[in-house]
């Protein structure tokens, strides 16, 4: 199929890799554990704001609900982190290799 404006065939330069071309990147180590614990402090903050403000009577007990919520996955997360870091410890003595546990 050709275009009277570009009548050849639609390619990539050689230069440029395509869209589809596997990622050449390295993946980032990062620590979850900071993350998680970030974002169990915002929960705990807001469950505070949201304490006073339902004990004052300006906010309903959905929020203090929300905020628990949000806390308890947190810790679920922490505790999926260790499980995940513990395995890749083990995987690593097992295999000889250089392990980043955490």
Same mark, same amino acid.
């Given at each position: 199929m050709t275009n009277?404006?570009?009548p050849g065939p639609v390619s990539t330069p /050689?230069?440029? /890799? +395509?869209? *589809? +071309?596997p990622s050449t990147l390295a993946p980032v180590e990062v620590d979850l554990r900071r993350? *998680?614990?970030v974002g169990i402090a915002v929960w705990? #903050?807001?469950?505070?704001?949201a304490g006073v403000l339902t004990l004052t009577g300006d906010l309903t007990g959905r929020a203090v609900?929300?905020?628990?919520t949000g806390l308890l996955l947190g810790g679920a997360a922490l505790q999926w982190e260790h499980r995940r870091a513990r395995h890749a410890a083990r995987l690593a003595e097992s295999?000889? #290799?250089p392990g980043t546990a955490g």
């Open positions: 009277a404006t570009y /050689p230069d440029r /890799p +395509s869209v *589809f +071309s993350v *998680f614990w705990a #903050g807001a469950l505070t704001v609900a929300i905020c628990i295999t000889g #290799g």
